[in-house]
């Protein structure tokens, strides 16, 4: 693992409810209730999406290391705020814009969380953003609104989480080297739902609000992160250039689903299973559009799609025993009696000529020994919005760099 020393501004990334996890949940979601969570997550996606069925309404570099978890992002990591510093555990999403955090006194309420509830009173560096501020302003994407003269926020997320409090400028330190003076975040004064004991969020969107746009000066709108294979493992999640590995990043247009969407967009032009493209119309993505998202657990493809993969899949798992279907996942097999497994492979094809051949961890997900399940699922609709999700971002270094409109990916990039 590269350690923070010599990239200053990364963080190590750990699934929520690994052992490497400091907010591990005793007791975590299971594999239904992941899905479940991640169908209302996909639904509130699209809603926000024009042309899908489930209308709701209309450089330097600084990196942190990655730890692994399934919720409205399903991994965290560790930065510092306030003077003095103090560490909090946050969920990252680059489908989300604001950065907040559980702030005392919880005048409404706080769900419970490992890490001390963050405390504006003993901090130096804390202040309310004032009504007149840029940061109210900006905060329009995020519900804010005025409580005298101070700039408040109210956010809800796909799985009905949310959390409320007021707009607040901070002291955020990602390294000792690596300080972020003034910057905006929510400070939730009440909060509930599922973040997985985590203190809060980081939000990664295409948005005003978005650590992203509040770093631009000091690292250019380009961060990369990259998700581990297991929750046993740790990965990185990294703000500004990182110059010794771009040589080896493979880009692809990054685009807009609709002019004010803050999701990042990117074209899927086919797949392959074992090197064979699928023959599926190749209208097919390009009417539905498609996102890439870290708080989307298992990539959604549009049903047309899906059939051709799965069809294909099954076709080279003819020798495996097949296990009953669990939730949403239809093609599974027993392994438990198998010393050896040989998988299909399964390559996704971006516009630009770049093809990613997926970790096994993207292709596969075990719910048991004797049931180990393809991880994609179905679309209602070949017209809903196809969202890339983050078991098949895993292992690769996944590159958005924004303001050049790119989005690159990188093989072991955890390492």
């Known amino acids: ?62 990196s942190l290391p990655a730890k692994s978890d399934i919720i409205a992002g399903d991994y965290v990591v560790t930065i510092g705020l306030g003077t003095p510093k103090k560490d909090l555990t946050l969920l990252f999403d680059t489908g989300s814009a604001l950065t907040w955090t559980q702030c005392k006194p919880c005048v409404g309420s706080c769900y419970t969380q ?34 005298g003269s101070t700039c408040l926020y109210s956010i809800t997320y796909g799985d009905n989480s949310s959390s409320d409090g007021f707009l607040a400028t901070e002291k955020l330190t990602i390294s000792p080297t690596e300080v972020i003076d003034n910057f905006g975040f929510g400070c939730g004064e009440n909060n509930s739902g599922i973040f997985g004991r985590a203190a809060g969020l980081i939000g990664l969107s295409d948005n005003n609000i978005s650590i992203v746009e509040q770093t631009a000066a000091k690292y250019g709108k380009y961060f990369s992160y990259c998700l581990p294979s297991s929750a046993s ?29 803050e999701f990042y967009g990117i074209s899927i032009v086919g797949i392959s299973v074992e090197g064979i493209p699928l023959s599926i119309p190749s209208t097919v993505f390009l009417s539905a559009g498609a996102i890439i998202d ?12 899906y ?13 495996y025993t097949t296990a009953p279907a669990v939730s949403t996942f239809d093609t599974c097999y027993d392994f438990s009696k198998e010393r050896t497994i040989a998988v299909p492979s399964i390559t996704f094809s971006f516009a630009g000529g770049v093809d990613i051949d997926l970790d096994l961890s993207g292709i596969l997900v075990m719910v048991t020994a004797s049931q180990v399940c393809l991880a994609f699922a179905a679309n209602g ?17 996944v590159v958005f760099d924004v303001a050049g409109r790119k989005l690159g990916f990188r093989p072991n990039g955890c390492s």
């Open 1 to 62: 693992m590269l350690l923070a020393s010599n990239r200053k501004s990364t963080l190590e990334v750990v699934h929520k409810n690994g052992p490497c996890s400091p907010v591990q949940d005793q007791n975590p979601l299971n594999l239904t209730e992941i899905l479940l969570r991640d169908e209302s997550r996909v639904k509130w996606i699209q809603s926000q999406s024009s042309n899908s069925s489930n209308h709701l309404k209309t450089s330097k570099a600084a």
């Open 114 to 147: 490992p890490d001390p509830i963050f405390n504006p009173s003993e901090s130096s560096s804390y202040a309310n953003a004032s009504c007149a501020s840029t940061l109210c302003s900006l905060g329009s994407s995020v519900g804010s609104g005025c409580s």
């Open 233 to 261: 493992s740790t990965g990185h999640l990294t703000f500004g250039k990182d110059g010794g590995v771009l040589s080896s990043v493979r880009f692809t247009p990054l685009s807009k689903v609709q002019q004010d969407s």
């Open 294 to 305: 870290s708080g989307t657990t298992i990539t959604q493809l549009p049903p047309t799609v």
């Open 307 to 319: 059939s051709a993969l799965r069809t294909a899949f099954r076709k080279g798992m003819t020798n």
């Open 381 to 397: 609709a070949d017209s809903d919005l196809v969202i890339y999700g983050n078991v098949q971002q895993k292992t690769f270094e």
